[in-house]
């Protein structure tokens, strides 16, 4: 059973810039096509980047240019590099597989508040 835990999140003010880290657990790490997703309440996880096993990324239009996402299988990590922050990039960050979805993870907080 593959586990994630999510972690960097914080308050920051807009313009700012916070990296987002993802351990992951119980699976063979490398083979995964892997995504972070946000959350705010009353709606559901929005995917904002993938990157798959070749390393080739994906992300949607309103953070393109600004978030990177990349993974070191060695250390299996994904990680979300968010830079010019917005008030409305403020959710809970969650990792997991765009293709086989696993159990939620618990998250990390961002709130891009001045």
């Known amino acids: 059973q593959v586990q994630f835990v999510e972690s960097g999140g914080g308050l920051v003010q807009p313009g700012g810039s916070l990296r987002l880290s993802c351990l992951a657990s119980?699976?063979?790490?490398?083979?995964?096509?892997m995504g972070w997703y946000r959350q705010t309440p009353g709606e559901e996880h929005e995917l904002v980047a993938s990157?798959?096993?070749?390393?080739?990324?994906k992300y949607v239009d309103s953070v393109k240019g600004r978030f990177t996402i990349s993974r070191d299988n060695a250390k299996n990590t994904v990680y979300l590099q968010m830079n010019s922050l917005k008030p409305e990039d403020t959710a809970v960050y969650y990792c997991?597989?765009?293709?086989?979805?696993?159990?939620w993870g618990q998250g990390t907080q961002v709130t891009v508040s001045s």
């Open positions: 997991n597989r765009p293709l086989r979805l696993v159990d």
């Open positions: 119980g699976s063979v790490f490398s083979i995964h096509h």
């Open positions: 990157i798959n096993v070749s390393g080739t990324t």
